[in-house]
């Protein structure tokens, strides 16, 4: 169900949660072009092929954005996560060009969705949404490179544990709930595979397994 962002969250909300990115001239516009969707967790958002009509601005909660490779086998790029947006989106956004990714929420998640249209206007009028776009690319671009680097240098064990310290440093927290089999997808893996890797994980005191769940021990203490 969709809502009028001001009928859910104030100005002031908004001001307080952003008011390091944007002047209060901007959030105001936000606040009256935004539509509030609150989303429940493992939701597809966008999928590939699609035709982008608004930016999403992450407002609680986190994304998941993947692509496929030419196998049609998907591949983690990266999350995103309170203040954030989508490059990939802001791309297809100012090209007019379908999707090339696909999003999905990790959580139940709060998203901004503002129409494409204010997109060139709001980089005219605003110096701090030019900023924000900019380094938006950037961030995402870095994230993306380090993933390609994952792949291309890294093995599938310290492939796996950068994997779950970085989801549990986006969570907030050291309890996973996740399967082998999201796992291995993510990573582009077999679950065989993973469940192997994560078994010898918990013989090194790295992790506690429970069904549906992984602790990372490093983070609880």
């Known amino acids: 169900m969709a809502f009028n962002f001001s009928d859910i969250v104030t ?4 001001l307080e949660r952003f008011q ?15 539509e509030l969707r609150k989303i429940a967790e493992y939701t597809e958002l966008i999928s590939i092929g ?10 609680s909660g986190s994304l998941k954005v993947m ?10 790029l990266y999350y995103l996560e309170l203040g954030d947006t989508c490059a990939m989106t ?10 090339v990714i696909s999003a999905m929420t990790e959580e139940p998640t709060e998203i901004l969705f503002i129409p494409v249209k204010y997109m060139d206007l709001w980089m005219v009028k605003y110096q701090s949404w030019r900023s924000f776009v900019l380094e938006s690319y950037n961030s995402r671009m870095n994230e993306m490179l380090e993933a390609i ?3 291309a240098f890294h093995n599938m064990e310290e492939r ?4 779950l310290r970085n989801r549990a440093k986006l969570m907030q927290n050291g309890k996973l709930k996740i399967t082998h089999l999201q796992i291995a997808h993510d990573l582009n893996s077999s679950r065989v595979v993973i469940s192997r890797l994560m078994k010898k994980l918990e013989e090194e005191g790295v992790i506690k397994q429970y069904r549906n769940r992984v ?3 490093e983070f609880l203490f």
């Open 11 to 14: 100005n002031n909300d908004l």
């Open 50 to 59: 699609e035709t982008i009509t608004h930016m999403p601005l992450i407002i």
């Open 215 to 217: 602790d990372l021990l």
């Open 67 to 76: 692509t496929e490779d030419k196998n049609g086998e998907e591949l983690l």
């Open 149 to 151: 680097d994952n792949l």
């Open 20 to 34: 390091n990115l944007f002047e209060k001239e901007l959030i105001d516009e936000i606040c009256n072009a935004g």
């Open 90 to 99: 802001l791309k297809c956004c100012s090209s007019l060009s379908k999707s």
């Open 160 to 163: 796996l544990s950068k994997y």
